[in-house]
């Protein structure tokens, strides 16, 4: 009865999304009445129940997943009794409907926390919001129930699963999906916001206040996602690369570049009242690229280990409601616009200016990965078979991304309204000089190397020590919590660009054929191919090279063992590379083919400073963090003075 039970949650939250648009629309009619208060409690209430029941709805479906219910279709064909607990926990989302079904609780989970928490907006502005986050959870509800039931039987029940894809049978891959969902759905509050304000015509500080907490817990939990994908697939797919530009890694960056880009509008919203319409527009952009990543990933148009191929039926109806909901908002943004009147105005040099210059910047680049990415589709679309890869997307955006850190650069260090220009230069010249001594250490110390990464290296410098100048001639101890973050996520920002940096710069590799007993040397390492041996683990077997390692002539020996595994649920094989951290850099093995001669494959990178990409990664989060504590106490501090 459990699959029933979930079926009637995802039937009964998907009607009471559809009371809740009614009361919604009922409480903005009658607004300034007292029957409008009476409607707004009843809404509250609906929200709330709507999110208590997708969430049922998706613990039940784990349940049928930890029994290993092999009598639903999606358990048979996505589990098996054999694997370890974790992994049939997320074999729940490692599926396109199980995964959908995830999509839509975090939408309607973030509906309830606005009902719930939210008492800064306008009566009417609120009622307008829940409205539009029904309306998008009412379509998804749609999805689920006619096209996509994640709960459907299977008479009579399979023996035993067919196991999940092995490749995303991984601890950070078990949790890299929820983290990335609450960011791309957390974007929907923000344009269920951005649909309130334009419908109630109520735009302003109070409304960028209210929206800018859940567009920051957003972003972090998009930067965790993104940050915990990367260094999955650098590890588990053995691309031996951080960022391979793959359309499904581009589907989850974009909503980042734009949810960043939003992130920095609101806060001049809030802070000084400007950018009313470009913040609106923002909001609307980062819940379309939300979408069409939904979409890219979910309607089977790319073939990507992550992507979850469907029949075209399926893909098509999440295009209608791409079409519906962003064709709808833009639309209402075109009517509505004209009503929004302008804010504060600004000079061009100022932090606004300089907020704005990072917003345009984040844009193109935005622009170039979203066409980069598109193209190919719209090109095969039209019969023509061609593909866009790093070298595109290295060369089109490094210039402008070396120009959003010296835009990032300067924001802090410029005051709100005006500053000039020859303040500004002052400020810079430490940071710039920094900078400077970086270029020239470094390539003096790494002579042909290829300037490009040198200079990003340089601005790295340049960007870290720019960050904490706001903390310069401070109390630390009285700096405000949101001013820390911005710190924090800033320097985050500089030391993953200089991990980048020096990975493109230093990275050696060596691909060798080896007998038992040979020696192959990467870098400051010699690698010695001591053994091939059998190993099996809970659900795979596997041929696993043991290696021994040296770091120079009077270096410590120690051992790594990369494994070619075997999964016969589904029968699948894979590389399981080993990596060894180090203080300055990780040293990464693969082990490939046996030959008929004895001999084996061995693939070894050794790439200094990559850790710090993930290491900035962290920090970058962390500053959101922060920021979003500091701000919501603020504001509950302001809110009782």
Do not use: C
Request: charged share 10%; glycine share 10%; no cysteine.
């Amino acid at each position: 009865m459990i699959a029933e039970a979930g079926l009637a949650a995802l039937w009964l939250a998907g009607t009471f999304a559809l009371i809740q648009l009614m009361l919604a629309w009922g409480a903005v009619r009658a607004n300034g009445t007292a029957q409008a208060d009476e409607l707004m409690t009843a809404l509250r209430r609906v929200s709330l129940l709507q999110g208590l029941l997708a969430l049922l709805s998706f613990g039940l479906l784990i349940a049928l997943f930890v029994r290993s219910d092999m009598s639903v279709v999606l358990v048979a064909t996505n589990s098996h009794s054999a694997k370890p607990l974790i992994y049939k926990i997320a074999g729940a989302w490692g599926n396109h409907e199980g995964s959908m079904l995830l999509w839509v609780a975090v939408l309607a989970t973030a509906g309830a926390g606005v009902a719930l928490f939210e008492r800064r907006l306008a009566s009417a502005t609120l009622a307008a919001t829940l409205g539009a986050q029904a309306f998008i959870a009412i379509g998804f509800y749609a999805f689920l129930v006619f096209a996509s039931n994640p709960f459907i039987r299977l008479d009579p029940p399979a023996p035993d699963g067919q196991g999940l894809n092995p490749l995303l049978q991984d601890p950070g891959l078990a949790f890299h999906p929820p983290t990335l969902y609450i960011g791309y759905v957390g974007l929907s509050v923000a344009f269920s916001f951005a649909v309130g304000a334009l419908i109630m015509r109520d735009v302003g500080p109070a409304f960028a206040k209210a929206m800018r907490p859940w567009v920051l817990t957003a972003w972090i939990f998009l930067t965790i996602g993104i940050t915990a994908g990367s260094y999955w697939a650098y590890y588990e797919l053995g691309w031996g690369g951080w960022w391979f530009w793959d359309p499904v890694e581009n589907a989850s960056l974009m909503p980042w570049l734009a949810a960043t880009a939003l992130l920095h509008s609101v806060t001049v919203l809030a802070t000084r009242d400007g950018l009313r319409a470009w913040t609106l527009m923002l909001a609307l952009v980062a819940f379309a690229m939300s979408m069409i990543g939904t979409f890219l990933v979910r309607s089977g148009i790319l073939v990507s280990v992550h992507a979850f191929a469907v029949d075209p039926t399926r893909g098509s109806f999440i295009l209608a409601l791409l079409g519906i909901y962003i064709g709808g908002a833009l639309a209402l943004f075109g009517l509505r616009v004209g009503t929004v009147t302008q804010g504060s105005t600004f000079r061009l040099v100022s932090r606004e200016g300089a907020l704005v210059l990072n917003n345009l910047l984040l844009t193109v680049i935005l622009g170039i990965v979203f066409i980069g990415t598109l193209y190919p589709l719209f090109a095969q679309a039209m019969g023509v078979q061609l593909s866009i890869g790093a070298p595109f997307f290295n060369k089109a955006t490094a210039p402008v991304a070396l120009a959003l850190v010296a835009a990032t650069a300067a924001g802090p260090l410029l005051r709100w309204r005006r500053d000039s220009m020859n303040a500004l230069l002052g400020k810079l010249l430490v940071p710039v000089g920094a900078a400077g001594v970086a270029f020239a250490l470094v390539f003096a110390l790494s002579r042909g190397t290829h300037p490009v990464p040198v200079l990003a290296i340089a601005f790295a410098v340049g960007l870290g020590v720019a960050s904490v100048l706001p903390l310069v001639r401070r109390n630390l101890r009285r700096t405000p919590m949101h001013v820390w973050g911005m710190v924090i996520a800033h320097l985050g920002v500089a030391v993953s660009l200089a991990g980048m940096a020096a990975d493109s710069a230093f990275k050696t590799e060596r691909l060798a054929a080896v007998h038992v007993g040979d020696n192959v040397t990467v870098g400051p390492f010699r690698v010695t191919l001591a053994e091939v041996r059998p190993a099996i683990g809970p659900n795979w077997s596997a041929l696993e090279a043991r290696l021994q390692v040296r770091r120079g002539e009077d270096g410590q020996v120690f051992e790594m063992m990369p494994q070619q595994r075997f999964f016969s649920a589904p029968p699948t094989n894979t590389n399981e590379a080993a990596i060894r951290t180090l203080f300055d850099g990780q040293l990464y093995t693969v082990l490939g083919e046996g030959a008929e001669d004895g001999r084996w494959q061995l693939r070894l990178w050794w790439k200094p400073w990559v850790t710090l990409i993930w290491l900035g990664g962290g920090l970058i989060a962390l500053g959101g963090l922060l920021a979003l504590i500091g701000r919501v106490r603020r504001e509950r501090r302001e809110d009782d003075a």
